[in-house]
């Protein structure tokens, strides 16, 4: 009988562990506001598939070498051109966030009409972010920098004229930092869609992730969740 009971619970075991759901980790552009929303955003979608994820913040180029080469199982979100220029990465179809890249400045007020407007400016853009890549692509003076606080630092000390982020970005990290002298300049220089995006050895669970993602978006749950995201990344932007 105990042997028979062992057995059972053997058994048991390892039927668990073969058919446990599976544990994603997603790449996360570290200190970056919009990848914070799009990671809320993705929970939501994943729990509702009972797939646990969990986020890896890091640096924005090198999110993309380790989603890409598949030592993490892909991004949180990225601008469509990432699935252009990484073919390894598959792009789920239906976008899940958007973003409103912006200018931000210190010393200037302008209204601002399009990037190739910006080339008189020194211009501060982090490193790996692609909507920013793209839009000084060509300019003169561009400082590219590791991560998002230290653009602002610098915008700031008077280092660089402007500086290109997600206008959601820019707004939690000046209220973090306490200053008041930065502003954003208006309008937006464009609203982009953003895609969650999978290595391709999980290209199978597009179709699965999509249905949910393109049912939230119908029902009006994706917006709320960006909405509600958004307020209390902002609530909580204190000063350190």
């Known amino acids: 009988m105990h042997t028979r009971l062992s057995i059972c619970v053997v058994i048991l075991f390892f039927t668990k562990a073969v058919y446990a759901e599976p544990l994603f980790t997603f790449a996360q552009i570290r200190d970056t506001p919009d990848q914070m929303v799009g990671a809320e955003i993705l929970k939501a979608v994943y729990s509702k598939l009972g797939i646990d994820i969990k986020m890896l913040p890091m640096p924005g180029k090198r999110a993309l070498k380790e989603s890409s080469e598949g030592r993490v199982d892909g991004e949180v979100h990225r ?5 252009e ?17 912006a200018v931000f400045s210190k010393k200037y007020r302008f209204k601002v009409t399009g ?20 839009c000084s692509k ?21 280092r660089i004229d402007i500086a290109i982020t997600a206008k959601i970005n820019g707004l939690v990290l000046i209220k973090k930092m306490a200053v008041e002298s930065i502003h954003v300049l208006s309008p937006p220089l464009s609203r982009m869609l953003v895609y969650h995006y999978v290595h391709r050895r999980h290209k199978d669970w597009v179709p699965k992730i999509d249905k949910v993602i393109i049912k939230m978006q119908n029902s009006g749950e994706l917006e709320n969740l960006r909405q509600e995201a958004i307020k209390t990344l902002l609530k909580n932007a204190t000063a350190n």
Do not use: W
């Not at 300019?139 to 991560?147: P, S």
């Open 85 to 101: 220029d990484y073919p390894t990465l598959i792009r789920v179809p239906t976008a899940i966030n958007y973003i409103e890249p």
């Open 138 to 158: 060509g300019l003169q003076k561009v400082q590219v920098i590791d991560h998002s606080i230290k653009m602002m630092q610098l915008l700031q000390a008077g």
């Open 79 to 83: 601008i469509f051109q990432v699935g």
């Open 115 to 134: 990037c190739t407007a910006l080339d008189k400016y020194s211009i501060g853009i982090v490193r790996g972010v692609k909507h920013a890549e793209l």
